[in-house]
């Protein structure tokens, strides 16, 4: 009885009748993606980003010959979702999952691929997706703990600052990085004399912006997301306020910019991925992205569209399709542009699975985003 | 002072949005027993549609035109022809369902053919700031105040003061009794329901610039008017409007005072305290049902 079954085992996999259709021609790289919801924004463009990426691979024979096959999942925003989503990819034994973008479902999602053994990269920015002992999540943009370094750096030398406001969005997002950069506050012995939270999807942020006006910050640090940094902005310029206004990527996207109708002028701070960067790589870039997809991509569409190349150079380098090979190999990887042009710009993976590469400080001028400074990698 | 007067008048004008959709709730209610969970949805609807004429290349003021008679037809006669009439025979549970599924239709389909990306809205007034007892008021807010106030008080009149608004009102109250005096009661529920394609579509166009075209806009807008038609009083026009002001301002107030982490708790608690204490809502009238 064995032996025949170890017999027919050994003929079907000869001629390939056990393995599943996709991974004979191609490799399974589901995406799980908010695609519909309050976090469609993100999700579309990471999947344009990766989607453009998977093309070009693919037109020029895939990864180790085999085309991705990547099957697009919607989260709708929704952590619970998300997480059947997931699990609903890791019964068909994926090599590698794509998404989501939101750091509450990267949160939940991530125990699933954890005990699976399946790499997952995502796009969440949360400090604490890092800080769980994962050895299989992998960012594709700053976590808190590198971006908010950097920006307490900027308050405190460049803009001299001994007391700040902070206005966050109350989600996993919000709620990271005004932990962390509450923390990074106290240790450049800047004051926090208000800390504001706000509703993801708020509209009226007048209340907000007379707590902060009252505070009388010599900074004002914002971390809300993009559309609500927009009415944030709006609303501070019609209350006249005067400190500077400080944030991250989602406070200096151009559509922010366009958004807050002028309210965005000299808003200043430190963003991670732009399609503004001074590199050549990135410009690039962003002309084949809006060439076909007709909209400016934000940073999102760059994660996606280098997580797939990171993919793709590491499993060009291990030589074969092993899931667990492959997140080995990813901590502590240096991947160049010279090694892989894909990448865009040099990143640094570390044992816990956070990245670094350079960044850049950023300033509204004229209705457009001006990068005044490259910051070089915080390992350099 | 300054700061409270400039987060009352903040209040008003959202509250005053908040009132125009939730009267739309309670009129449908009125005349047709149908509570529409996609109310918000309708609200976020016509701005595309004022977005579309513009890209066309219509002027502001035709777009906006062209958006209101769009509502009329998609949101009022077409909601109605199609949702309401089949499912309101199987009573109202069928159609509740109907209506959050049309939510999302709507809510999804703005998403797919036009963008997911939020969208800057011509305000109907260049963007100018007013100076009130040492607040600064934006003139958008006080024309969102002003229209809404004129909206409301012209729904008023048409309602009480011709002979179509009191056929509604007849309607409204006894549809029986309405039909055996020879009002023709499903042209007046047809009315009603063209009426909360205008005021929503106006509430659109007065919110969008503030809010931002999103295709989720509807999500807080929906919510926010119902709860405010209960705590008003879900029968009666003047409650709706008094529960869709309180809740404008006591949002403004709560954050500014209260916390702003439980903003969103402050209406809901409200909403407990009514429906414990006054449960017909604070000018509704009590109705008895025979069961």
Redesign the interface.
């Known amino acids: 009885m064995f032996r025949s079954g170890l017999f027919a085992t050994l003929i079907g996999t000869a001629f390939g009748l056990t393995t599943p259709l996709h991974a004979q021609s191609s490799v399974y790289i589901p995406a799980v993606l908010e695609l519909?919801?309050?976090g469609?924004?993100s999700g579309?463009n990471f999947r344009d980003g990766m989607l453009l990426a998977i093309d070009e691979i693919n037109a020029k024979g895939g990864i180790l010959g085999r085309k991705i096959d990547a099957p697009l999942l919607d989260t709708q925003s929704d952590a619970g979702i998300s997480r059947a989503q997931v699990q609903k990819v890791l019964d068909n034994n994926p090599y590698v999952i794509l998404g989501p973008v939101f750091s509450g479902s990267v949160l939940v999602d991530m125990a699933l691929t954890q005990q699976a053994e399946i790499p997952e990269i995502v796009g969440g920015e949360a400090a604490a997706i890092t800080q769980k002992n994962d050895p299989y999540v992998f960012r594709t943009s700053f976590g808190q703990q590198f971006s908010m370094p950097k920006i307490a750096n900027y308050i405190r030398d460049g803009v001299k600052a001994k007391s700040v406001a902070v206005i966050w969005v109350?989600n996993d997002f919000g709620k990271g990085g005004r932990d962390t950069f509450v923390k990074e506050m106290a240790a450049r012995n800047i004051k926090v004399v208000a800390d504001?939270?706000?509703?993801s999807?708020q509209?009226?942020f007048?209340?907000?912006v007379?707590?902060i006006n009252?505070a009388n910050a010599d900074a004002i640090f914002v971390y809300l997301n993009?559309?609500e940094s927009?009415?944030f902005l709006r609303e501070a310029k019609?209350?006249?306020v005067k400190a500077p206004l400080i944030g991250e990527t989602t406070l200096l996207g151009q559509?922010v910019i366009?958004?807050a109708?002028g309210a965005a002028e000299g808003v200043r701070g430190h963003v991670g991925l732009t399609v503004d960067a001074p590199i050549p790589a990135v410009q690039d870039f962003a002309e084949r992205f809006k060439k076909r997809y007709n909209?400016v991509c934000d940073h999102n569409g760059i994660k996606g569209y280098t997580a797939v190349y990171i993919i793709k150079h590491v499993t060009e380098k291990i030589g074969k399709f092993d899931s667990r090979l492959f997140a080995q190999t990813l901590h502590g990887i240096t991947i160049t542009p010279d090694d892989e042009p894909g990448v865009l710009m040099e990143v640094t993976f570390d044992a816990n699975g956070d990245l670094d590469r350079q960044s850049f400080l950023g300033e509204v001028v004229n209705g457009k985003q001006k990068i005044v400074e490259i910051l070089p990698k915080l390992g350099k | 002072m300054a700061s409270f007067i400039q987060l009352l008048i903040s209040g008003l004008a959202t509250g005053a949005i908040y009132a125009l959709i939730a009267v739309g709730f309670t009129l449908l209610w009125q005349t047709s027993q149908t509570i529409n969970f996609a109310q918000g949805e309708f609200v976020m609807l016509p701005a595309f549609f004022v977005l579309a004429a513009m890209n066309w290349g219509a002027p502001f003021w035709l777009a906006a035109l062209i958006g209101i008679a769009a509502a009329l037809v998609v949101l009022g006669l077409l909601f109605k022809l199609i949702v309401v009439d089949p499912m309101l025979r199987y009573g109202v549970l069928p159609l509740v369902i109907s209506t959050i599924a049309l939510s999302l239709l709507l809510k999804e389909s703005v998403k797919d053919f036009y963008s997911a990306q939020a969208q800057a809205f011509p305000p109907l007034v260049p963007d100018a700031d007013v100076h009130l007892f040492g607040a600064v008021v934006s003139t958008q807010s006080l024309v969102v105040l002003g229209v809404a106030i004129a909206t409301v008080a012209a729904l008023h009149l048409w309602l009480n003061k011709t002979r179509t608004g009191r056929s509604m009102q007849a309607t409204a109250q006894n549809p029986a009794l309405a039909r055996i005096l020879g009002i023709p009661v499903q042209r007046m529920v047809l009315y009603t329901f063209l009426v909360n394609a205008v005021l929503v579509a106006i509430a659109s166009i007065l919110i969008s610039p503030i809010y931002l075209a999103k295709f989720t806009n509807g999500e807080t807008l929906g919510t926010a008017a119902f709860i405010a038609a209960i705590i008003g009083g879900f029968n009666q026009v003047r409650g709706a409007i008094l529960g869709g002001i309180i809740l404008g301002v006591l949002d403004n107030l709560s954050a500014a005072y209260l916390s702003s982490q439980y903003r969103g708790a402050f209406p809901l608690l409200i909403l407990i305290a009514v429906i414990l204490c006054r449960p017909q809502g604070l000018l509704g009238r009590v109705e008895e049902r025979t069961v």
Request: glycine letters at 10%.
């Open positions: 519909s919801g309050a469609a924004v579309t109350n504001v939270s706000t509703e999807g509209a009226d007048s209340a907000d007379v707590k009252a993009e559309e927009a009415r019609k209350q006249g559509k366009d958004l109708q909209y």
